[in-house]
């Protein structure tokens, strides 16, 4: 009985070092981990503020969504220290024209933090509007954003409403919005199957409105703007631009 009972307190003893063996692999492997991911989140960090040029502004998100497609987003620019630094001003590298939807969180899914995009949202992400197209121009002339990108996105009600439903009610604002957007998407109206595409052809829209400025054409010629329409999936959280 009593080498019965050695032979468990040996056993229980071999068990505990063992566990804590693994518990203490397991914590480094944590550490390691969250060391890898910090320096990967200073380099991100250092490289949002230095976005100089359109490829690098593109660069930026293409590279953030994968981020956040993955699940390993970085979160970059998220703290006190990035708060204080923009107080005095912002310097965001890219302008983004979403919807308003709420599957739509543009500096989530760009995996992007403080002051890095100046985000413009409606429903439907028009810019067939003088409030929203100055924006547009503010972000462009005043703080010399290095990308426009106009965001629609998968199963967009705005653009499902401007398709499908005929019927006018001129006290209605949702209607005038709808009709805003109906012109836009003029050849898919009767044809829910084509949302996908006139989704697609509602951002491409907003993007030709964008460079009929002959400010924006110029900046484009010298190399200091790119502008992009963007595709948003709302299932695998991918951009396709
Ligand atoms: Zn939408």
Known sequence: ????????????AVLTVGCSTIESHQQAE??????????????VEVQLDSVKTPDEALRRLVEGNWRYA??????????????AATAPQQQPFAAVIACSDS???????????IGDLFVIRTAGNSVNDD?????????????????VVVLGHESCEGVTGAITETGRDDESKVDELLSVIRNDVKPYVGHKDSLDVAVRLNAKVQVDRILASKRVQKRVADGQLVVKAGYYNVHSGMVEF
């Not at 993955?70 to 708060?83: E, F, T």
């Open 1 to 12: 009985m009593e080498l019965r009972k050695m032979s468990l307190l040996a056993l229980s």
């Open 103 to 113: 599957r739509v969180p543009v500096e989530l899914l760009f995996d992007q933090g």
């Open 131 to 147: 409030v929203v197209m100055g924006s547009v121009d503010y972000a462009v002339e005043h703080l010399g954003v290095k990308a």
């Open 70 to 83: 993955a699940d390993s987003c970085l979160n970059p620019h998220h703290n006190r220290k990035r708060v």
């Open 30 to 43: 944590i550490a390691a981990n969250e060391n890898e991911k910090a320096i990967r989140k200073e380099a």
